[in-house]
């Protein structure tokens, strides 16, 4: 079967699906935007890839990560973003396309081509984006906020009727999806992952430690987005705390606004603990995570709901112990609770996250515990043999339920 995979975003978990996809002898071209300020996955060729698979890069405009954070450019780059990615789909031609990451515009657009040329078409739902839009606008245009949440809902309710099936990271999402609209049928649930043979258990002392002088320090690590849906001030706290503490250090791989917050108090707060890296390569990443003997996670709970950060499964396959604001109610929450693979405190609770991070830090064997719960939480479900089974049932349903 030919299939057109496109993960918006580029993360490391989606690409390796279109590997093993691809090793089955399946036609998969792979594409995603490019251009965005985000953490990605290898997204290039590698040793020993099929001939069966195609990574290509859909350029989004080059202003598009300067003017992310205004709502009428962004609006207008995604919608242009959306109609080349249904020319990729025209030229294409496959058989199926599974769709991820995508934000509301271009996603209706994908669907629209889709739909247009006959090709059913799968809504991989890792955010629903009229959710985070319904609840955030009002904050940023108090007049006409709730018109744009309606709006939103509209676009997402129709790709979502359109899409021949829907699969969710969360048992969570199917009230919100349904509510949209969605037929409960067509929804399955595949929580994220992240790639296993590519994030291996590294030892603290290793050539990226060394490079930034964190051999031999006591290291908090952040990696990952830092936006709208996450606080910064809770890094700052940390980094606080332990400003007098020798061999204490607060890491953070990041950019944009949360990063560009973090530097300048940095600065005025002369917190000179505080190490701010930008993204690294995904090459280098086993050894960055690898470096931490505490790896930090923040979500705040207005996008508790529509949210689930996939950097909780990247960090359990490092082998080292989570330290969460993230609200008990969201799936990772209930993962790192359910699996001992870390403390999880209330997005709110600067006290709970800091008495946490004491914990942590007073005890080795506290943390090898956890470090050990965690990869092996993720070595029994990371199974990417299995997770692909399981797409090809869904993809085998979409074939055979083709909306007209």
């Known amino acids: ?89 025209s030229s294409a031609r496959p058989d199926l396309v ?21 090709i059913p078409i799968i809504s991989w739902v890792q955010d629903i984006y009229s959710e985070a839009v319904a609840r955030l ?43 949209l609209g969605a037929d409960i049928k067509k929804i399955f649930v595949i929580p994220n992952w992240a790639p296993l043979d590519e994030l291996p258990p590294c030892p603290k002392d290793n050539p990226w430690s060394r490079k930034y002088g ?9 990696s990952g987005t830092l936006a709208m849906k996450h606080n910064p001030d809770l890094i700052l706290l940390l980094a606080r705390k332990y400003h007098n503490e020798p061999g204490v250090k607060v890491v953070v791989i990041s950019e944009g606004p949360g990063a560009d917050y973090l530097q300048k108090s940095k600065h005025i707060e002369n917190l000179h603990n505080l190490l701010l890296l930008p993204y690294q390569d995904f090459s280098e990443m086993p050894d960055a995570l690898g470096s931490a003997d505490v790896l930090l996670a923040i979500l705040e709970r207005k996008a508790g709901i529509f949210s689930v950060p996939s950097k909780i499964f990247t960090y359990q396959c490092a082998g080292r112990p ?39 830090f007073s005890s080795s064997e506290l943390r090898n515990r956890l470090g050990e719960s965690a990869r092996s939480f993720a070595e029994k479900t990371f199974d990417i043999r299995q997770i692909a089974d399981r797409f090809e049932e869904i993809i085998r349903f979409a074939i055979a339920n083709p909306v007209r």
């Open 1 to 89: 079967m030919r299939v057109l995979v496109h993960d918006y975003a580029g993360h490391p978990f989606e690409v390796q699906l279109s590997r093993e996809l691809a090793r089955r002898g399946h036609g998969v071209t792979h594409a995603f935007a490019g251009g965005l300020l985000t953490p990605r996955g290898l997204l290039q060729g590698k040793h020993p890839d099929p001939d069966t698979l195609k990574i290509c890069e859909i350029p989004m405009h080059p202003d598009y990560r300067r003017s992310k954070y205004n709502f009428i450019k962004r609006r207008h780059y995604e919608k242009s973003y959306g109609q080349l990615l249904g020319a990729k789909l």
């Open 98 to 118: 599974i769709s991820a990451n995508t934000p509301s515009e271009p996603q209706w657009a994908f669907v629209r081509t889709a739909q247009r040329l006959g």
């Open 137 to 179: 606008a009002p904050e940023s245009f108090p007049l006409l906020g709730a018109w744009i949440g309606r709006y939103y809902r509209i676009l997402d309710q129709k790709a979502l009727l359109a899409s021949s099936a829907i699969i969710a990271i969360s048992e969570d999402f199917k009230e919100p999806l349904t509510r």
């Open 214 to 222: 964190l051999t031999g320090q006591f290291v908090f690590l952040y």
């Open 322 to 360: 989570i330290l969460a604001a993230i609200p008990s109610k969201n799936q990772a929450a209930r993962y790192i609770t359910k699996h001992e693979s870390g403390f999880c405190v209330e997005p709110e609770d600067n006290q709970g996250w800091l008495e946490s991070a004491t914990t942590l």
